[in-house]
T-cell receptor, first 113, second 114 residues
Framework: DSGVTQTPKHLITATGQRVTLRCSPRSGDLSVYWYQQSLDQGLQFLIQ???????AKGNILERFSAQQFPDLHSELNLSSLELGDSALYFC????????????FGPGTRLTVT | GENVEQHPSTLSVQEGDSAVIKCTYS??????FPWYKQELGKGPQLIIDIRSNVGEKKDQRIAVTLNKTAKHFSLHITETQPEDSAVYFC?????????????FGTGTRLKVLA
């Protein structure tokens, strides 16, 4: 158990809909990262937050957005969903922004039908 | 652009043999190189990491080597066991705008045959 929690574990929704994925980092970790993993694909970095502020953006679509709240939990919002958005979405946390081990949550499996 | 190449994509070894997975990174500013193991249905788990000021690091049956000049780093697993079967990812950190991005390789599916 990494100490990072993600909800829900599974999510099935229709095209055009909007969903919110939630992540709680390990106790004491200020940095939260979001990744997308499509079937048999590697991990694609989406976005990073540090202590409530956006710090880095990766290959995140404009239909996707995220935020980190004062209690350090983070939410990833996916809107106007398309079939191709079906994937595993992982959240990871680390102590700080300098290169440091990341701890991954169990992921949310999103299926868009 | 920033890139991490990982080889091979699949690897089958007999139990007790060694396994080697290799990664190459493109940006010489990268200075931290973690390796993750992902079992089916789970999130990636850090198994070992190395920083750029070190050439080799070992933890029991697992070792990582780094060649900064060639921008190569490798994962070595000795005396493989069936429970080592999983997908392994390498990563390199890239400094950007006051923080660091993690660039992951495409993964290696390791099968240890009993």
């Amino acid at each position: 158990d990494s100490g990072v929690t993600q909800t829900p574990k599974h999510l099935i929704t229709a095209t055009g809909q909007r969903v919110t994925l939630r992540c709680s980092p390990r106790s004491g970790d200020l940095s939260v990262y979001w990744y997308q993993q499509s079937l048999d694909q590697g991990l694609q970095f989406l976005i990073q937050y540090y202590n409530g502020e956006e710090r880095a953006k990766g290959n995140i679509l404009e239909r996707f957005s995220a935020q980190q709240f004062p209690d350090l939990h983070s939410e990833l919002n996916l809107s106007s969903l398309e079939l191709g958005d079906s994937a595993l979405y992982f959240c990871a946390s680390s102590v700080e922004t300098s290169p440091h081990e990341q701890y991954f949550g169990p992921g949310t499996r999103l299926t868009v039908t | 652009g920033e890139n991490v190449e990982q080889h091979p994509s699949t690897l089958s070894v007999q139990e007790g043999d060694s396994a080697v997975i290799k990664c190459t990174y493109s940006d010489s500013a990268s200075n931290y190189f973690p390796w993750y193991k992902q079992e089916l249905g789970k999130g990636p788990q850090l198994i070992i990491d190395i920083r750029s000021n070190v050439g080799e690091k070992k933890d029991q049956r697992i070792a990582v080597t780094l060649n900064k000049t060639a921008k190569h780093f490798s994962l070595h697993i000795t005396e493989t066991q069936p429970e080592d079967s999983a997908v392994y990812f390498c990563a390199a950190t890239l400094p950007t705008s006051g923080t660091y991005k993690y660039i992951f390789g495409t993964g290696t599916r390791l099968k240890v045959l009993a």
